[in-house]
Nanobody, 117 residues
Framework: QVQLVESGGGLVQAGGSLRLSCAAS????????MGWYRQVPGKQREMVAT???????NYAASVKGRCTISRDNAKNTMYLQMSSLKPEDTAVYYC???????????WGQGTQVTVSS
């Protein structure tokens, strides 16, 4: 079993930056892919970015060019660097991990990101 804990969310003004972190523990060996998703009330959870153990990345069109996903395997931590934030980026951001994109089996508790205009 994999445990995921997100951190780094908060309130930021439009145009600002944030870096989210996701610390993984437990059965780390079972992780072949990780990702960031986000959800706003009343809407479906949507993919923000994913990264495989091999380093392949994928981004939602809405964040491409503004976000960078990365992993520090030595620290068992994944990051999402977000810049040029917009009010529409406001959401709860979730960390996910699993054997294969997009079949994630472990989820974090979420961290709130609020972008004010």
């Amino acid at each position: 079993q994999v445990q995921l804990v997100e951190s780094g969310g908060g309130l930021v003004q439009a145009g600002g930056s944030l870096r989210l972190s996701c610390a993984a523990s437990g059965s780390i060996f079972s992780i072949n892919a990780m990702g960031w998703y986000r959800q706003v009330p009343g809407k479906q959870r949507e993919m923000v970015a994913t990264i495989t153990n091999g380093g392949s990345t994928n981004y939602a069109a809405s964040v491409k060019g503004r976000c960078t996903i990365s992993r520090d395997n030595a620290k068992n931590t994944m990051y999402l660097q977000m810049s040029s934030l917009k009010p529409e980026d406001t959401a709860v951001y979730y960390c996910a991990a699993g054997p294969l994109v997009p079949f994630f089996t472990s989820w974090g508790q979420g961290t709130q990101v609020t972008v004010s205009s």
